[in-house]
């Protein structure tokens, strides 16, 4: 455990990291910064093809990780004080009893989320994944829309050989044939299909909810002046996810320059990977709770949780202002 939160706490301080500085109101750049945890083609880098990153009254440092698990083992830390991650790290990261708290929602395409085969696979239906080497990142989204399908299909966790495996590793191993299926998410669904010939056994479509979270440390909240800056900066990001919506050749084009990802990665992806703001409600907390106690029923988590217990609504009218 001390290991693994020694790597938590290298990556944040080797993560990369910028500061912006405006004339906005509150305590004076120099003296808030926020700490902000990304994954690939996240916040970062949405909020700058939109051009809302810059003039923020407070200074950002930003670390990226590859998944949201890592990124909230960071925010319990105290490490990052908010980021971006899926529907199923906050689960696992309650589940464990980590210090999170889930600030901001946002809704995206279930396509982009996808279990993956290769294109000459005999795999065409999803019972037929019984007994095969299937490729997930633990406690990530493709987490649970693996288990949904496997639970469809009539089957569970104990018919498969879970790979529990960091996308990178995963799609290593994806197109080296050292597993027969993956399930991933965007932006690796479009490459591995349009680099490494993947097809998609199916997407998250009936599976999952599209959910997305901005997840914040409760220090940071009880902080009057990093409450302020993730007040600002939630509501750029609903005006960058909203944004990206309308321009998603834009997006597309800056996420390609951030990730060195091929243009027609991007394009293929963007459409799936676009979010909109949306508050936190009734339905968004028993939708995770509904996940919550599949993962419970499966042994998948040490305990069952109270998905509303992670939850503070405090932003909610930011969400709405991002859709205007």
Same mark, same amino acid.
């Given at each position: 455990?001390?290991?693994?939160?020694?790597?938590?706490?290298?990556?944040?301080a080797t993560?990369t990291a910028? =500061?912006t500085?405006?004339?906005?109101?509150?305590?004076?750049?120099d003296?808030?910064t926020?700490?902000?945890?990304?994954?690939k083609?996240?916040s970062?880098?949405?909020?700058?093809?939109?051009?809302l990153?810059?003039?923020?009254p407070y200074?950002?440092t930003?670390?990226?990780?590859t998944?949201?698990?890592p990124?909230l083992?960071a925010? &319990?830390?105290?490490a990052?004080?908010?980021?971006? @991650?899926?529907?199923?790290?906050?689960?696992?990261?309650?589940?464990?009893g980590?210090?999170?708290t889930?600030?901001?929602?946002?809704?995206?395409?279930?396509?982009?989320?996808?279990i993956l @085969?290769p294109?000459?696979?005999?795999i065409?239906?999803?019972?037929?994944?019984k007994g095969?080497?299937?490729?997930?990142?633990k406690g990530?989204?493709a &987490?649970? &829309?693996?288990?949904?399908v496997?639970k469809?299909?009539?089957?569970?966790f104990?018919?498969?050989q879970?790979?529990?495996?960091?996308?990178?590793?995963?799609?290593?191993?994806?197109?080296?044939g050292?597993v027969?299926?993956?399930?991933?998410?965007?932006?690796f669904?479009s490459q591995?299909?349009l680099?490494?010939?993947?097809r998609?056994?199916?997407?998250?479509?009936?599976?999952?909810n599209?959910?997305?979270f901005?997840?914040?440390?409760?220090a940071?909240?009880?902080?009057?002046?990093?409450?302020?800056?993730?007040?600002?900066?939630?509501?750029?990001?609903a005006?960058?996810?909203?944004?990206?919506?309308? &321009?998603?050749?834009?997006w597309?084009?800056?996420?390609?320059?951030e990730?060195g990802?091929p243009l027609?990665?991007t394009?293929?992806?963007?459409?799936n990977?676009?979010?909109?703001p949306?508050?936190?409600d009734g339905? @968004?907390?028993?939708?995770?709770?509904?996940?919550a106690?599949?993962?419970?029923a499966?042994?998948?988590?040490?305990? =069952?949780?109270?998905?509303?217990e992670?939850?503070?609504?405090r932003?909610?009218?930011i969400l709405?202002?991002?859709?205007?």
């Amino acid at each position: 455990m001390i290991k693994k939160l020694l790597a938590v706490l290298l990556l944040v301080a080797t993560g990369t990291a910028c =500061a912006t500085a405006g004339n906005g109101g509150g305590a004076p750049a120099d003296t808030v910064t926020l700490r902000i945890g990304d994954q690939k083609a996240g916040s970062r880098a949405v909020l700058e093809a939109a051009g809302l990153l810059e003039g923020t009254p407070y200074r950002i440092t930003w670390a990226q990780f590859t998944s949201g698990p890592p990124l909230l083992e960071a925010v &319990h830390a105290g490490a990052v004080d908010i980021g971006g @991650v899926g529907n199923t790290p906050p689960i696992f990261a309650a589940a464990a009893g980590s210090r999170i708290t889930v600030v901001a929602a946002f809704r995206q395409n279930p396509v982009g989320a996808a279990i993956l @085969v290769p294109d000459g696979s005999p795999i065409t239906t999803p019972a037929q994944l019984k007994g095969k080497r299937v490729a997930v990142a633990k406690g990530s989204s493709a &987490h649970y &829309h693996l288990l949904a399908v496997l639970k469809q299909a009539g089957l569970s966790f104990a018919d498969i050989q879970p790979q529990y495996l960091q996308p990178a590793d995963a799609l290593a191993a994806f197109s080296s044939g050292t597993v027969d299926a993956w399930a991933i998410w965007e932006p690796f669904t479009s490459q591995a299909r349009l680099e490494h010939k993947a097809r998609v056994l199916t997407d998250g479509t009936a599976y999952v909810n599209g959910l997305n979270f901005q997840v914040a440390s409760p220090a940071a909240l009880q902080d009057p002046a990093k409450e302020a800056a993730i007040r600002d900066f939630l509501e750029r990001l609903a005006k960058a996810r909203t944004w990206a919506i309308s &321009h998603q050749s834009e997006w597309a084009k800056v996420w390609s320059a951030e990730t060195g990802l091929p243009l027609r990665v991007t394009e293929a992806a963007a459409a799936n990977y676009v979010m909109r703001p949306i508050p936190i409600d009734g339905s @968004v907390v028993s939708s995770e709770q509904e996940m919550a106690d599949a993962f419970a029923a499966e042994g998948l988590i040490p305990r =069952a949780i109270d998905f509303a217990e992670f939850v503070d609504d405090r932003f909610n009218d930011i969400l709405g202002k991002g859709q205007q």
